[in-house]
């Protein structure tokens, strides 16, 4: 669906991704892994446009997305769900979940009421205000508001963040659903088991580069890069 090839990324002074190569797979759960500071943050926004690469190709389907600002790539079906969650406190859920909306044909295609369906704490709690949520309900609202978007794609970033264990059970749960239902997903995850349980692929990023990539199986039978680039 998107691949990466020979990306080279700078913030500002600092040489974060150099030379990425990877393939966004259509219909299948991509698993970006890596400790703090190692750049995978900045690929989620290097793919959404929010940064310009130095040099190298994203390409989706043959479509060059490199140059492209973030509303258009938005418009090309890939929602991005960023750290952080970054909902707006002083809206309600309502009104946050409609800031995402883009409507689409089709019996499959999401709408507020099918969010409210996903999420129930989001349908008893529309009317209040985004700050007055917990973190799991604020996360959920994220989620829904990518959602809404209708996209084909879905970026997420460190979505377990500060979330208790509970939470994060039912973030993986709601991943697998949309992933049997055809969503593809790009999940930039820290949290070993979640990301393993959801996996189809996982590649690990280190000082800002590929160094590994494979299956859950074989990421599981390696414990040398498991305690080398994860700690684990």
């Known amino acids: 669906m998107i691949e990466v090839s020979d990306l080279h990324t700078y913030r500002g002074p600092n040489y974060v991704l150099q030379g990425v190569n990877l393939r966004i797979e259509d219909g299948a ?16 926004h290097t793919i959404m446009g929010m940064l310009r690469p130095r040099s190298g190709r994203i390409t989706l389907g043959d479509e060059e997305l490199v140059g492209q600002q973030p509303f258009q790539i938005a418009r090309r079906g890939i929602a991005l769900i960023p750290q952080g969650r970054r909902i707006f406190p002083s809206l309600t859920v309502e009104e946050n979940l409609a800031l995402g909306a883009r409507s689409r044909a089709g019996d499959d295609a999401w709408t507020m009421e099918r969010v409210y369906g996903l999420f129930r704490n989001l349908a008893e709690r529309k009317r209040h205000r985004g700050g007055q949520l917990s973190g799991g309900e604020q996360q959920m609202l994220a989620v829904g508001r990518a959602l809404l978007a209708n996209p084909s794609l879905l970026l997420m970033d460190e979505p377990s963040e500060g979330l208790a264990p509970v939470i994060i059970d039912r973030i993986g749960e709601i991943l697998a659903d949309l992933r049997r239902g055809g969503l593809s997903i790009f ?8 990301a393993t349980a959801l996996a189809d692929t996982i590649y690990i990023l280190s000082n800002g580069r590929v160094v590994w990539q494979g299956t ?17």
């Open 29 to 44: 759960c991509t698993v970006l892994l890596g400790r703090n500071g190692m750049g995978k943050t900045t690929l989620v």
């Open 187 to 194: 999940l930039v995850e820290q949290n070993y088991g979640l």
């Open 216 to 232: 859950p199986g074989e990421l599981e039978a390696s414990a040398s890069v498991r305690e080398t680039y994860l700690g684990v």
